[in-house]
């Protein structure tokens, strides 16, 4: 069982680090103390922001002889909570920020070798700089750091594509609970040396080790690229669309984003600089990106022939093909914004779910009933990746409904929806981790057996419970 650190303690941690890369003032550690969605708030005796693998080893290596709990630290954009201390304060808090160069770019191997704190925008620019694609793309890549994208498996808008954060991976480098270092960072496509050990360490959310570097998978960049906003009118639409596009294309189709009307209101009242580029009332509109690295394929005459056919065969309402970047920044930034507009609208609770891709028109269908039963103060926004068959079925306040009304539902509605989700074969976190936000949900509904082997290797890597303690397993 994790304890408090004793001052002694607290002045080797320090010690751990060069002057100036603590902090442990009440005002220099309060930004550690919060979640992006102000769920949680922390306490801590120290934050610790090393520079180097061999900083943040002698860091575990005391931590684990005085058994004190370390919370790892990205860009602090977990919508589960994951990287908060929680209130006791005794848990130290490691930022990854200052661990944050770019290794090695092997253009010709289409890898690179970046640590934990380099922003998701610095890598794709690092990757963008030799030429070559890093795929990831999410909102928050400004902000979101390569080692929670890994902690958290985290997903975004072109997994169709290229897959999850996991299927990216070639190697990591991870400092384990008691400090000896796994330097696992091969940069090879094909290696069957025995059990995949980095694979531990994604989605574990910091609670197996601390991932300080990624051999990362690269691609050619596309040189052609076609981006569409469709109108449609129901779900099933969007799907059937999709697998047109993708008979046509293939593996070319990069994007499907899903948004119902009320996302894209709300994001063209509230999002400044946002506006529909569609004059078209639709009750469904889909964002559809092809790419290529073939700068002579067309992809928008192939686009333009699919949206024509599907029009006449009464699949699709209305529909305009970007004729500039400055057009297809729009539609994203269109898609992009609906979180912000969410939040600027006012309280909203989230559901990031995951069914099969032919079980989307089911869950929405059930799940919207389900909120409207469960929830009269609240309005149905479920948009996102609908193509990996992931939505944030979230639920936004209606405005002047009562809040404590509003969010006394929560419980209610998430039980509700992760049954809903579970019976359709579905996954109650696709994209955003556990966290602490999940852990009992997570304790609840997983498969024992798999529960049972996800605790003894907790175990076996962290027997004194250290590592980012309560987030993803609750203590047993
Ligand atoms: C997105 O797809 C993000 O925009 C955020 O995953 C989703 O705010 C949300 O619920
Ligand atoms: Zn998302």
Same mark, same amino acid.
């Given at each position: 069982? /994790?304890?408090?650190?004793?001052?002694?303690?607290?002045?080797?941690?320090?010690?751990?680090?060069?002057?100036?890369? @603590?902090?442990?003032?009440?005002?220099?550690?309060? &930004?550690?103390?919060?979640?992006?969605?102000?769920?949680?708030?922390?306490?801590? /005796?120290?934050?610790?922001? &090393?520079?180097?693998?061999?900083?943040?080893?002698?860091?575990?290596?005391?931590?684990?002889?005085?058994?004190?709990?370390?919370? /790892?630290?990205?860009?602090?954009?977990?919508?589960?909570?994951?990287?908060?201390?929680?209130?006791?304060?005794?848990?130290?808090?490691?930022?990854?920020?200052?661990? #944050?160069?770019?290794?090695?770019?092997?253009?010709?191997?289409?890898?690179?070798?970046?640590?934990?704190?380099?922003?998701?925008?610095?890598?794709?620019?690092?990757?963008?700089?030799?030429?070559?694609?890093?795929?990831?793309?999410?909102?928050?890549?400004?902000?979101?750091?390569?080692?929670?994208?890994?902690?958290?498996?985290?997903?975004?808008?072109?997994?169709?594509?290229?897959?999850?954060?996991?299927?990216?991976?070639?190697?990591?480098?991870?400092?384990?609970?008691?400090?000896?270092?796994?330097?696992?960072?091969?940069?090879?496509?094909?290696?069957?040396?025995?059990?995949?050990?980095?694979?531990?360490?994604?989605?574990?959310?910091?609670?197996?080790?601390?991932?300080? =570097?990624?051999?990362?998978?690269?691609?050619?960049?596309?040189?052609?690229?076609?981006?569409?906003?469709?109108?449609?009118?129901? &779900?099933?639409?969007?799907?059937?669309?999709?697998?047109?596009?993708?008979? =046509?294309?293939?593996?070319?189709?990069?994007?499907?984003?899903?948004?119902?009307?009320?996302?894209?209101?709300?994001?063209?009242?509230?999002?400044?600089?946002?506006? #529909?580029?569609?004059?078209?009332?639709?009750? @469904?509109?889909?964002?559809?990106?092809?790419?290529?690295?073939?700068?002579?394929?067309?992809?928008?005459?192939?686009?333009?022939?699919?949206?024509?056919?599907? =029009?006449?065969?009464?699949?699709?309402?209305?529909?305009?093909?970007?004729?500039?970047?400055?057009?297809?920044?729009?539609? @994203?930034?269109?898609?992009?914004?609906?979180?912000?507009?969410?939040?600027?609208?006012?309280?909203?609770?989230?559901?990031?779910?995951?069914?099969?891709?032919?079980?989307?028109?089911?869950?929405?269908?059930?799940?919207?009933?389900?909120?409207?039963?469960?929830?009269?103060?609240?309005?149905?926004?479920?948009?996102?990746?609908?193509?990996?068959?992931?939505?944030?079925? #979230?639920?936004?306040?209606?405005?002047?409904?009562?809040?404590?009304?509003?969010?006394?539902?929560?419980?209610?509605?998430?039980?509700?929806?992760?049954?809903?989700?579970?019976?359709?074969?579905?996954?109650?976190?696709?994209?955003?981790?556990?966290?602490?936000?999940?852990?009992?949900?997570?304790?609840?509904?997983?498969?024992?057996?798999?529960?049972?082997?996800?605790?003894?290797?907790?175990?076996?890597?962290?027997?004194?419970?250290?590592?980012?303690?309560?987030?993803?397993?609750? =203590? #047993?």
């Amino acid at each position: 069982m /994790p304890r408090p650190p004793s001052p002694a303690t607290l002045a080797q941690l320090k010690a751990a680090v060069a002057p100036g890369d @603590w902090l442990d003032s009440a005002g220099d550690v309060a &930004p550690y103390l919060s979640d992006f969605r102000h769920l949680y708030r922390g306490a801590t /005796p120290l934050v610790l922001r &090393p520079r180097s693998v061999e900083q943040v080893a002698g860091i575990m290596t005391i931590c684990h002889r005085e058994e004190v709990a370390v919370v /790892p630290h990205g860009g602090n954009t977990s919508y589960c909570g994951g990287a908060t201390p929680d209130e006791s304060g005794s848990q130290i808090v490691v930022s990854m920020q200052r661990l #944050n160069r770019v290794r090695h770019v092997d253009a010709a191997n289409y890898s690179m070798i970046v640590e934990a704190g380099c922003t998701l925008a610095g890598a794709q620019a690092a990757a963008r700089d030799a030429n070559r694609l890093f795929p990831l793309s999410l909102g928050s890549e400004g902000t979101a750091q390569i080692g929670g994208n890994l902690s958290t498996n985290a997903g975004g808008t072109a997994v169709l594509r290229y897959g999850m954060m996991r299927d990216l991976v070639l190697g990591l480098e991870v400092v384990l609970a008691d400090g000896q270092v796994v330097s696992a960072l091969k940069s090879l496509r094909k290696d069957n040396t025995g059990y995949d050990v980095k694979s531990l360490f994604i989605g574990a959310e910091g609670t197996l080790g601390l991932i300080t =570097a990624a051999s990362l998978k690269l691609f050619p960049v596309p040189a052609d690229t076609a981006t569409a906003l469709v109108g449609i009118d129901s &779900p099933g639409r969007a799907l059937e669309l999709l697998a047109r596009l993708r008979g =046509a294309a293939g593996d070319q189709v990069s994007s499907c984003e899903l948004m119902p009307r009320i996302a894209v209101q709300m994001t063209v009242q509230y999002v400044p600089g946002v506006a #529909n580029p569609l004059d078209f009332d639709c009750a @469904w509109y889909l964002l559809i990106e092809l790419g290529s690295p073939n700068p002579h394929q067309n992809l928008t005459a192939l686009l333009t022939r699919e949206l024509e056919e599907a =029009a006449a065969a009464g699949a699709v309402q209305d529909a305009m093909l970007a004729s500039s970047l400055a057009q297809a920044q729009a539609m @994203w930034k269109l898609r992009e914004s609906v979180p912000e507009a969410q939040r600027r609208h006012g309280a909203s609770i989230k559901h990031d779910v995951s069914v099969p891709v032919s079980a989307i028109p089911a869950l929405i269908e059930r799940g919207t009933t389900l909120i409207e039963q469960l929830a009269p103060e609240g309005d149905v926004v479920s948009y996102g990746h609908a193509g990996d068959g992931n939505l944030h079925f #979230n639920v936004s306040q209606k405005p002047g409904t009562d809040l404590a009304a509003f969010t006394g539902r929560t419980h209610a509605l998430e039980r509700a929806m992760f049954d809903l989700v579970e019976s359709l074969g579905g996954s109650i976190s696709a994209e955003h981790g556990i966290g602490r936000l999940k852990a009992a949900e997570l304790a609840r509904r997983a498969d024992p057996v798999e529960l049972h082997v996800m605790h003894l290797l907790k175990k076996a890597l962290d027997p004194k419970g250290i590592m980012n303690p309560g987030k993803v397993l609750c =203590a #047993n």
